[in-house]
């Protein structure tokens, strides 16, 4: 049976390329955060088998509580991400293979008894993730306000390895801007990512064989393969589901 280096041989060597030769170019460096995201990203990429969970998930009911509470606390604004992070913390809880890692030799899984969440920020020199500790004990204002604070920190100042570290799981939200799904990469040593994307405006059956529109959230759960099934994955994102249908979130 042929080695994983003997397989990685065979595949062709990529083509020297003289893009002049087709048209004018200009090239530019790539900053070191471009670099060091890009080599770490390459390296999750090609040493976790990823597969990638997609749902939507119905939050009409949480996002008119989210307008109340915004209305109410002014100075606090909650997204829905951070509606997300309180959830993503209950439902590690729930199921402790997501808030886990594999040691450096494979032999045992770490089960982590903390639930920081790092949350993707797309910054003018490349994507940083600041993680939020204690995300299961902090209310929902305070995570708004670190998470807007570490988020401007981290477009304006840069971040230290020590802010980016200590994730048991990532959010990586491309809501604000749209799409439908998208397969974000796992940052390891963190076995699961949460990627979401555009609420939309859903016609849907109602209990009366009515129509009703519903405020749906497009959910995509990368995972692990070695660590999590498709069924783990699937209950996971169901669980979310169904804790986004109550509004009692926002009475803690
Ligand atoms: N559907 C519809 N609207 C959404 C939404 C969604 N899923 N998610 C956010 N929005 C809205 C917010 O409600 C807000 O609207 P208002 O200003 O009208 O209230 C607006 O979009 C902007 O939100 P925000 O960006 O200020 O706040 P956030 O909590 O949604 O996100 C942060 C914060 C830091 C995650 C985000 O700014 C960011 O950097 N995202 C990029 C992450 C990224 O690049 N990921 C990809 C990584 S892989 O390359």
């Known amino acids: 049976m042929a080695d994983i280096t003997t397989l990685l041989g065979r595949l062709a060597a990529l083509p020297p390329a003289d893009f002049s030769e087709f048209g004018d170019v200009e090239v530019k460096p790539i900053s070191r955060i471009q670099k060091l995201t890009g080599s770490f990203l390459g390296r999750n990429w090609v040493t976790i088998p990823h597969v990638t969970h997609h749902d939507d998930v119905d939050i009409t009911q949480v996002e008119a509580a989210r307008r109340a509470w915004n209305a109410a ?33 494979g032999n045992s899984i770490v089960f982590k008894k903390y639930f920081n969440i790092g949350v993707a920020v797309d910054t003018r020199a490349g994507l940083l ?19 807007t604070a570490i988020a401007e920190k981290a477009r304006t100042k840069g971040l230290s390895m020590k802010e ?40 849907m059956r109602g209990e009366k064989d009515d129509i009703i529109w519903r405020q749906m959230l497009p959910l995509s759960l990368s995972y692990d393969h070695r660590l999590i099934n498709g069924a783990d994955a699937a209950k996971f994102l169901a ?12 009475s803690g």
């Open 129 to 147: 993730v600041p993680v939020i500790t204690k995300c299961d004990s902090k209310p929902l204002g305070e995570l708004a306000r670190e998470v």
């Open 164 to 203: 980016m570290s200590g994730s048991s799981i990532c959010v990586s939200s491309l809501g604000h801007i749209g799409g439908t799904a998208f397969t974000p990469i796992i940052n390891a040593p963190d076995v699961a990512i949460l990627g979401v994307t555009r609420t939309q405006e859903r016609p």
């Open 73 to 105: 606390h002014p100075d606090d604004k909650v997204t829905i991400v951070i509606v997300l992070m309180k959830v993503l913390a209950e439902a590690l809880k729930a199921f402790p293979h997501f808030n886990a890692s594999l040691t450096e030799d």
């Open 239 to 250: 669980y979310i589901g169904a804790r986004l249908q109550d509004d009692e979130i926002f």
